[in-house]
């Protein structure tokens, strides 16, 4: 049955009167929170980004309003972690800004040392398709047999949950080669069919683990190369500078570390060379 156009509105708008209002003491709240937890700044423009995210958890609290949520989380740990996964932004796909991956391939894995395994660290994975991808060049360049590493970290453990499983929508795979994709991903059937799943093997090579850029628990050993892409562009100006700072002290001396196409290290650092655009060598 086709409802009147009238009576459609009226059920949009009282929809959205049903909706809580996010208020600006509650969203101050929000943006202290995330700030304290990650060191993320959410911008006045985030507003319906943070309501429409804490909405459905609303709903399923049974709770009518932003305020007591923000007493919630203050009070439960585990409510508290889940506000971080909903606002921490979590957009990648497969082989996101190429030319990295072409860079990594070309001049740096040639020059790595044949006496020790290359150790990598995709320090912002989100869902996992960064990891994923480097663990196929990686696999391709040296071969299963080779003694290569990757850690794979992020503040949220639903992503990183998400990312362990390395499965995915068929639609996903758009940017993975074709020959990579064959070799390296397992097309679902039945109730799977419409996703893909990375092989073992390539999942076994990646360590997931929860890492906090803003207050960094260090490695046990160094890495050659450090993936810290599209993170610092939500970091204040001093965060940026505290972050750098420790990300560099996970990289080996002449190790590299790449960023964002639209982020840069100037003003950041005084202990990287740039090699080239968002592409930097530690020689500090």
């Not at 390539?202 to 960094?216: A, T, V, W």
């Not at 650092?269 to 740039?274: A, L, N, R």
Request: aromatic share 10%; proline share 4%; hydrophobic share 40%.
């Amino acid at each position: 049955m086709t409802l009147p156009t009238c009576w459609k509105n009226s059920i949009v708008i009282q929809a959205a009167l049903t909706q809580p209002v996010l208020d600006d003491k509650s969203f101050q709240g929000f943006q202290s929170l995330i700030f304290a937890a990650a060191g993320i700044h959410l911008s006045d423009a985030k507003r319906s980004m943070v309501a429409g995210r804490l909405a459905k958890r609303l709903k399923i609290l049974g709770q009518s309003d932003y305020r007591t949520y923000l007493e919630r989380i203050k009070r439960d740990p585990v409510e508290h972690q889940l506000a971080v996964n909903l606002l921490t932004t979590n957009e990648t796909w497969f082989f996101r800004e190429s030319k990295h991956f072409d860079f990594l391939r070309n001049h740096i894995l040639p020059n790595l040392s044949s006496s020790a395994p290359c150790r990598i660290w995709s320090a912002a994975c989100s869902s996992g398709e960064e990891p994923y991808s480097i663990a196929m060049l990686l696999d391709d360049y040296f071969g299963s047999s080779s003694d290569w590493q990757i850690s794979a970290s992020d503040i949220s453990t639903r992503v990183l949950e998400a990312a362990s499983q390395g499965h995915y929508p068929l639609a996903r795979a758009e940017h993975i080669p074709e020959a990579w994709l064959k070799r390296y991903c397992l097309r679902g059937t039945g109730e799977y069919d419409g996703s893909f799943l990375m092989n073992r093997s390539l999942r076994s090579r990646i360590h997931f683990c929860q890492k906090n850029l803003d207050n960094l628990e260090t490695f046990s050993k160094p890495f050659d190369v450090v993936f810290l892409r599209n993170v610092l562009i939500y970091f204040s100006p001093e965060t940026k500078r505290k972050v750098v700072a420790a990300v560099l002290s996970q990289l080996k001396p002449g190790g590299i570390l790449m960023v964002g196409h639209s982020e840069t290290l100037n003003g950041l650092s005084t202990s990287v060379q740039t090699l080239a655009p968002s592409i930097y060598r530690k020689t500090g």
